[in-house]
């Protein structure tokens, strides 16, 4: 914690009130998973962060395609902070500028995540913020967004009294990923919020590309690699179609591979696959439609019957 007159890269406090600072150096990633790169994304967020001022850049693709990933994975790489927030519509001004709040009988200034992503990049020199879900927020809160990542690049704080701006030489990333607006439970982004992004989408991965997904998490096992995979493009084509609402991703088709390792070490290959096959494919359906559906392409690409259950109640 710290004083707000003590920190650089601000204009001067009106008054002196004790802040809830950021740690850079928790922000710094130590684990982050294999990224396999399909479209040069990572050379593309490197140019944004490398550029003079930073570009913002917004990833807009389906679920589990990695655009959260390939902005961990450039943080990882050149080893400096990642600040991440998970957006919503319940994201509120104080989320994202800062609010009072009582420490024991004091009330502090506690930094919202746009005023704290300016601190940690002035204190290590280059930091990354990536607003998860970005199309979640409401359009009021949208409009809070506009001033950092135009001409302006500041946060203004007037509770406070204060401008948070970045220091000379200091660079600060502003990325942000949104799933497409035909996805449930999301807002349009503002034209002016949209007109402030570069944007690069993020489709499904080729078939080559997601073997290479596969194998970078330890799947050796083309054959079943390339069954997966055929699942997955059928469930995209069937949610094209209106047949069902959930489509396998790259993330499922890991996931699914990880499992039925561990399933493995227990069961025999082929009840492993059917009980992975059960719990993390067919699981993820709940209308009883589209489980047949599932269930019979299940069938058609492994030879294999899974949920015996859903034939009876199709045969009633």
């Not at 850079?24 to 479209?39: K, L, R």
């Not at 994304?41 to 490197?46: A, C, L």
Request: some cysteine; overall charge negative; proline content about 5%.
């Amino acid at each position: 914690m710290s004083k707000l007159n003590s920190i650089p890269g601000e204009v001067a406090a009106t008054s002196e009130i004790e802040i809830i600072a950021p740690n850079p150096s928790e922000y710094i990633p130590v684990n982050v998973p294999p990224f396999v790169d399909t479209n040069n994304q990572t050379d593309i967020i490197k140019l944004h962060l490398e550029a003079e001022p930073p570009q913002p850049l917004l990833f807009i693709g389906y679920k589990g395609t990695g655009k959260t990933l390939a902005f961990a994975s450039v943080a990882y790489q050149l080893k400096i902070p990642i600040i991440q927030a998970d957006l919503s519509e319940n994201t509120k001004r104080g989320d994202l500028i800062g609010r009072f709040i009582l420490r024991g009988s004091d009330v502090v200034y506690q930094l919202g995540i746009l005023p704290s992503a300016i601190l940690i990049a002035n204190s290590v020199g280059k930091a990354i913020l990536v607003l998860e879900e970005l199309n979640a927020l409401t359009p009021q809160m949208q409009k809070v967004l506009n001033q950092i990542l135009d001409w302006r690049g500041q946060v203004h704080a007037p509770e406070i009294g204060k401008i948070f701006r970045l220091n000379k030489g200091c660079k600060l990333l502003i990325g942000a990923t949104s799933n497409p607006s035909n996805y449930g439970g999301v807002f349009e982004i503002n034209e002016d919020l949209r007109s402030r992004f570069a944007t690069l989408w993020f489709d499904y991965p080729k078939k080559e590309d997601e073997l290479k997904i596969l194998h970078a998490y330890g799947s050796t096992d083309d054959n079943l690699n390339e069954l997966l995979i055929r699942l997955a493009v059928e469930t995209r084509k069937a949610v094209d179609r209106n047949e069902i609402e959930y489509a396998l991703s790259p993330r499922d088709l890991v996931r699914f591979t990880q499992i039925m390792k561990i399933y493995t070490s227990k069961f025999t290959e082929e009840d492993a696959l059917k009980k992975t096959l059960e719990i993390v494919v067919l699981g993820k359906y709940e209308d009883i439609d589209e489980r047949q559906l599932i269930a019979r392409r299940i069938e058609s690409i492994f030879g294999l019957k899974i949920g015996e259950d859903l034939n009876d109640s199709e045969n009633r």
